[in-house]
């Protein structure tokens, strides 16, 4: 979980810059402290001709000078020393971004990192676009803080320090006046900051569902117009666009209006304190000049004052999306089985086994119970049933997606839990029948990134039946497909499936009803040609085609997650039971 002092830790890693970059700002803020007391000090030293350190200083270096010369001095030296904390302002402001984004980019690598390991159950609860906008509008209230923190915090205070001791070193009562007023001034605005830093919590809340809704709308975009509800849709992402405009008001306004009155309090104080510095001078021996100098030091003030509050404010929001980007590290992971044997080194295939499984999604209902399913080494088995008999979950428990919650998933009679479910993925493959395509080209899609030779992808299209589509192609292998392969017809993607689990070269192969989209002889001619190649691994294949079904060496029948019929074909027909009925029914084509 991250905490500020988490992140700190974090932030401490880069000790050198940090020195670096504060004795950059130390050397700016020395600059900027004696800056406003070159002029004011001509005022007595020139105008009401009080001749003192300045043109004391002047005499000894250039001779006798005139108030022409006084003055172009003074403002050189200003000029001068304001382009040189402009100077060191940008070299450490360029060490603390540096640092800041480090951080920032470190916390979103940490999630993704976490994210990646998620269990698929948590992953559907919390869905896309709440993760994307935590990963998004949280980090960047975070990092808000963090570049104002790092850069301001000790500079600031040291500023403020700085300055309060030449107040007290040219008048000690004043000094103090300004030192006790200070706090009071920080301590309202903790107050205030902590409400405001709920209210940026309920704006990241509300931009959060806006993301959500928006993303979704976007993605089911056809499926919302085919079904011509484009305008109620529509209105439901502007609802939550318009809690964003809600919250965002409250907090815009609100926060803004607090760092006013924060402003204002200060305001007050130096009001007051002008009028106190007037009475100085009026009853003590307080120069015009001093006076001026003071006025100019509470400019200088200003500044760090402003600072300290807007990193307050900062630090109440980051807060609140501190919270909300925990909840991605609170997603539970799924279980990290170590790696004991493998049974699918040095080997061409492997047997697979489900002993006694009982699954339930949400730890109640079992969709699956009492699953005995063998597939020997290098057998083709078939899995049928009716729609929602739990085929998919199967699929999906046979490659580790979801864990069991009783019995094992065994690999040449190897539990998963000593296998390791990254071996087992990178061995067995499940082709959906609905395949995951990229916005890349039909080769990114393939290849999924590796580096496979040209001739090895053209053999795998051509027994996937998609080597005459990709030569139709404008581009070949290298044409968009779009988001989610929108320009490849369902059964295009399909083949494209299959041709990536070919590239993959795995020792086992899963198809989730991955031809369901084909015509019919379409279907007989990839089979006919995938037969070479499923020949040597064990295969299961979810299907609805009898012509699919019956190349299977065993049949396994599902009914409302159980296993209710099994044998071969020719068995399962004779039997006259489950099997035969589904089959004469839905799927004799
Ligand atoms: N991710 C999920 N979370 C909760 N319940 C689910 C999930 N996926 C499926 N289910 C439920 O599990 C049961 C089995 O679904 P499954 O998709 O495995 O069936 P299927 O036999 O593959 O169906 P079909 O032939 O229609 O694809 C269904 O009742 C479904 O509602």
Redesign the pocket.
Known sequence: MYSWQKIFQEVKKYRRELVLGHIFAVIATLISIPTPLFLPLLVDEVLLNKPGIFIETYQKFFGTGNPVTYTLTALIIVLIMRFLFFVFNALQSKIFTKISKSVTYKIRENLLNHLKDVSM?EF?TVGSGAIASKLITDINTIDDFIGKTVSRLIISVLTIIGVAVVLILINWKLGLLIVFLNPVVIYFTTVVGRKIGKLKGIENKAIEKFQERLTETLDLFWQIRASNREKSFVQSVLETAKEVKETSIEFGWKSDAAGRLSMLVFLSGYEMFRAVSILFVAYSDLTIGLMLAIFGYLWVMMTPVQELLSIQYAFHSGEAALRRINEILKMKKEPKYPHILNPFKNRQTCSVRLKDVYFS??GENY?LQEINITAEEGKKIAIV??????????AHIMVGFYPVDRGDVLYDNISVKEIGLDVVRENVFLVL?SPMMFNDTVRFNLTLGKNIPENRIWEALEIAQMKDVVEGLPQKLDTLIGKNGIRLSGGQKQRLAIARMILQNPKIVIL??STSALDTHTEYKLFKALQKYLEKRTTII?AHRLSTVQQADYIYV?DR?RVVEEGTHQELMEREGIYNQFMKKHFMR
Do not use: M, P, R, W
């Not at 049933?385 to 085929?391: D, L, P, R, Y």
């Open positions: 159950s559907e999604y949400d969709v049933g009716a729609s929602g008999s739990g085929k998919t979950t199967l029948q989730d009803e979810i599902l997650g």
